[in-house]
């Protein structure tokens, strides 16, 4: 079934709580890396214009939003979710390339950052020009660092002063790469230098290391 990706509007607002049910099952999955949601916040990133919907049919299956922080000094392209019968089909590459199109559009002065735990988002966001770095480098905006206590992670951040988690934090400087995904190459070179960086910062992820396979097998290749 095709699907169409829209920036979401006002009759869109009726999706709002199927997207959230679409993040905490997509939480109870991994059961880490994933805040949760409710059906208002969503619904006024869509009244706002900030947010990405991909539609099949009648039925939502994917999601983004923006976030803003220090006065637009950083934009979060955040919240990003795939229906399961849609993952694997590059649906969350296309509506990552719509949303950060967007967040250029609506912030072009701003730095687009993101954490996550999810290996397959890394990769897209690597080709979208996104760089690996510390969590000193992203917003110091109380109010982001306060959406991650629905995290069942939210303790490790605590305990290390959110200097770390499980998450990987990742930023684009737009004024530096023009954000297109479609050549394969550029997303290859950008894929290969991340995870030149996760080998040579192995010992700095060693808590990653032992919950993430997937990042272990990166690092011993």
Not at 67 to 96: C, M
Not at 117 to 141: C, H, R, W
Request: aromatic residues 10%; hydrophobic residues 35%.
């Amino acid at each position: 079934m095709q699907v169409a990706i829209n920036v979401a509007d006002n009759s869109h607002e009726k999706y709002a709580q199927a997207v959230c049910n679409m993040i905490e099952e997509a939480a109870k999955l991994r059961g880490t890396g994933i805040a949760k949601r409710k059906p208002e916040y969503i619904r006024k990133k869509i009244r706002k214009g900030n947010a990405v919907i991909a539609l099949a049919a009648e039925k939502v299956v994917g999601f983004c939003y923006i976030e803003s922080w220090e006065g637009q000094k950083f934009v979060a392209n955040s919240g990003l979710i795939v229906h399961p019968d849609y993952r694997k089909t590059g649906l969350a590459r296309n509506i990552k390339s719509k949303i950060f199109e967007l967040s250029r559009k609506k912030f072009p002065e701003s730095r687009i950052f993101g954490i996550t735990t999810s290996l397959a988002v890394m990769k897209i966001n690597s080709g979208l020009g996104y760089q690996p770095v510390t969590f000193s480098e992203l917003t110091m905006d109380e109010t982001f660092w306060k959406g991650c206590e629905s995290c069942t992670n939210y303790d490790i951040l605590l305990r290390t002063s959110r200097k770390m988690c499980l998450c990987t934090g990742m930023v684009c400087n737009p004024a530096k790469h023009n954000g297109v995904t479609g050549k394969k190459e550029k997303m290859s070179g950008s894929w290969k230098q991340f995870k030149k960086f996760l080998k040579t910062h192995g010992n700095h992820f060693p808590l990653k290391n032992t919950l993430y396979p997937k990042i272990s097998k990166i690092l011993n290749r």
